[in-house]
């Protein structure tokens, strides 16, 4: 009897109308996560605003749309109570994954584990309705499972991509910034002053994260503290030596000029080390196309034409 109930059940959750129910709310989720951040106003804009006028921030609240004053606060609740169950430790590398890829959707750790559960039920009832319409029932469960371990794991799979991208771009884009910075020192700025004007001329990862830095120098952080949390917030080995050496020189009174002249020629020359490698490494990763996809293709069409001959030679001589 009660395995007849635990049947009706999940024949009752891998429905199509609640399969459907839960895709749709998974794609909401990630609309809401990732799109609805697009065109706001900036934090400096805000605060402007509400100086001018003590109702601004009232007004501009209620002048939001729908989905964002309503829909995306219960989607963000709902997904707070999913990634309740996650381990505590498992969530704290998930937040240091986050900040390293750059806070996509200003999505917190409980956020990403409730988009995971959520993936992860969506995906195995709609494995298991649709093996359900062509397999037995207890090989759909086993798809029905397989699917949902697919789900789960793949929004970790896309952070880990995007973060290891986020990590890529800062390491392209720091020596041109650290020749930048030493300019603009060199002609007389100070560091917080070239720090903008670098994040004035690029817009990327890295000129996003000395915006930060600076902001946070600006409410009172020392220019140490906003720069060793910029190289704890990407994870990229080669700002972090520089922001070591950065800190070392102005505890002991080296000139900052001169210290971005050498870091900037080291970084460059580590980028062309790495260039050089990756084009070494190229013929070895070659080997595969070349020995499984071109190789077989050009001696079927060299001999192809000659093959039919050469059988019957052989059939000849034996």
């Not at 359900?132 to 086993?142: H, I, T, V």
């Not at 902001?215 to 700002?239: F, H, I, Q, W, Y």
């Amino acid at each position: 009897m009660e395995a007849e109930i635990l049947i009706i059940i999940w024949q009752w959750l891998a429905s199509p109308a609640v399969c459907a129910g839960l895709v749709a709310l998974a794609v909401l989720c990630l609309w809401l996560s990732f799109g609805s951040g697009r065109g706001a106003p900036s934090m400096q804009e805000r605060l402007d605003g509400y100086i001018a006028s003590p109702d601004a921030l009232e007004q501009e609240e209620m002048s939001q749309p729908f989905v964002t004053r309503v829909l995306k606060p219960l989607v963000h609740q709902m997904l707070r109570r999913l990634g309740k169950a996650a381990p505590g430790q498992a969530m704290e590398a998930t937040e240091q994954l986050l900040i390293r890829a750059g806070q996509p959707g200003h999505l917190t750790a409980l956020d990403f584990y409730g988009l995971r559960l959520l993936f992860a039920v969506g995906f195995g009832c709609g494995g298991f309705w649709l093996a359900s319409l062509r397999y037995s029932l207890a090989y759909a469960a086993l798809i029905g499972l397989m699917m949902a371990g697919g789900g789960f794991a793949l929004p970790a799979l896309w952070l880990k991509q995007r973060a290891a991208q986020r990590e890529a771009e800062i390491t392209r884009a720091l020596p041109n910034a650290l020749d930048m910075l030493t300019i603009g020192v060199e002609a007389g700025l100070a560091f917080e002053s070239a720090m903008l004007r670098v994040a004035e001329q690029w817009d990327n990862a890295l000129t996003q994260e000395f915006r930060q830095a600076v902001l946070e120098m600006r409410v009172g952080a020392s220019r140490n503290e906003a720069l060793k949390r910029v190289a704890e917030r990407t994870g990229v080995p080669d700002l972090h030596t520089f922001v070591a050496v950065l800190v070392q020189s102005s505890q002991l009174g080296v000139s900052i000029a001169q210290v971005l002249h050498n870091q900037a020629a080291v970084i460059r020359q580590k980028r062309r080390q790495r260039a050089e490698e990756q084009a070494r490494q190229a013929s070895v990763k070659m080997a595969f196309p070349l020995v499984f996809l071109i190789f077989p293709a050009m001696l079927v069409v060299i001999l192809g034409p000659a093959l039919p001959g050469i059988i019957k030679m052989i059939n000849g001589t034996l």
